[in-house]
């Protein structure tokens, strides 16, 4: 057994109060070291945290404890980064379907995973202060301040255009998201990416918490809309997909929050957490575009490049967000332009996903 996992299984078993045995990795990625591990009577996962990583940490431990439709959270150890929760076990995850052969099995696990999420942020209105407490002096994310950074970035670095007024006062239209509202605010786990949700026999569950936080639900509704707003699993879903998502998503959130969904309110909320996200992914990642970076995705699964992923999007946003938004939605479309122009064939459309894809 190597050293980190002995370590690991010691001070899970001091945190736990039981003997913890038999460490199997699990996949994940290089923020944090995760293992299966054999207690009596079953199994548990043990995540443990690098020093430097106490936000991380502290969002884990704070989403757990708050949100249900995730692993239950079993014992802490603050010293040491140790978390301790119940073994979802081995169930297919949301992208395991959607990249998979049966349009069937995606389509309806989507729906389901997509109720699921609604049902648990709508769960939260009530806990929103056992999170905060939970968390700390840790400052929010706020993702309408990524926002300005990606536009910032296409002004300045790509498009070659001066700041412009209507642009602003877009972008502050956006940042009214990011006011604390009681009768908005829930906590959510952020990342709701398709990789990130297990399919157990009690229905869908919520990995990797590292990034919870309160903000608005139209940001997680965003997820249902686009789809899948921060993640690397984007290719283009069939007709009618994406509406079916927001539709089964706003039933299971409104059923906590009917004020919250009543439109046209709701429809303008999603728009505009729809373009924080493209806006902040364009920040993320347009240096790894410049680059060519060939997958945003990890090795051995399909994924789009940088310039897919990110071509996508503004094309997306160009035409969804003209109502909403109009300035927006033209930076988008003069992006994409642009990356048709510059970047030509490796800026191609993603496709459609492998589950709905005809032959």
């Not at 994310?141 to 412009?164: K, N």
């Not at 283009?236 to 929050?257: E, K, M, N, S």
């Not at 090795?299 to 940088?306: E, F, L, Q, R």
């Amino acid at each position: 057994m190597p050293a980190i996992a002995t370590e690991i299984v010691r001070l899970a078993a001091a945190a736990l109060g039981t003997p913890v045995t038999d460490p199997e990795p699990l996949a994940g990625s290089d923020r944090s070291t995760v293992l299966r591990c054999s207690v009596p009577g079953g199994t548990v996962v043990v995540k443990k945290y690098p020093e430097g990583t106490s936000s991380s940490f502290a969002r884990e431990v704070a989403g757990l404890a708050a949100l249900d439709h995730t692993p239950d959270l079993l014992a802490v150890d603050r010293e040491h980064g140790i978390v301790v929760m119940t073994d979802l076990g081995t169930g297919p995850t949301l992208a395991d379907l959607l990249l998979g052969e049966d349009p069937a099995a995606a389509w309806a696990g989507a729906l389901e995973w997509v109720e699921a999420l609604g049902d648990a942020l709508g769960r939260s209105r009530d806990s929103t202060a056992v999170f905060d407490a939970a968390l700390g002096d840790l400052s929010p994310e706020e993702p309408s301040a990524a926002a300005r950074v990606g536009v910032r970035m296409l002004l300045d670095d790509v498009l070659g255009l001066p700041a412009d007024p209507a642009l602003d006062a877009e972008l502050d239209l956006i940042a009214t998201l990011d006011r604390r509202d009681p009768a908005s605010d829930v906590v959510s786990p952020t990342d709701t990416c398709p990789d990130n949700a297990v399919r157990t026999a009690g229905g869908w569950r919520f990995l990797d918490l590292e990034g919870a936080t309160v903000h608005h639900a139209a940001y997680d509704a965003a997820y249902a809309a686009m789809p899948f707003s921060t993640c690397w699993c984007v290719f283009d879903p069939p007709p009618g997909f994406t509406d079916q998502l927001v539709d089964r998503f706003t039933a299971a959130l409104g059923a906590h929050l009917p004020d919250l969904v009543r439109e046209p309110g709701w429809t303008r909320s999603v728009d505009l957490a729809s373009a924080a996200w493209i806006l902040a992914m364009t920040g993320w990642l347009l240096f790894g575009a410049d680059e060519d970076r060939p997958r945003v995705g990890p090795a051995g699964v399909p994924s789009p490049s940088y310039r897919q992923l990110l071509t996508t999007r503004w094309r997306w946003g160009a035409v969804r967000l003209r109502s909403t938004l109009p300035a927006v939605a033209g930076l988008l479309g003069a992006a994409a332009t642009w990356a048709d122009d510059e970047w030509g064939a490796s800026a191609a459309p993603v496709g459609a996903y492998r589950a709905f894809a005809r032959d």
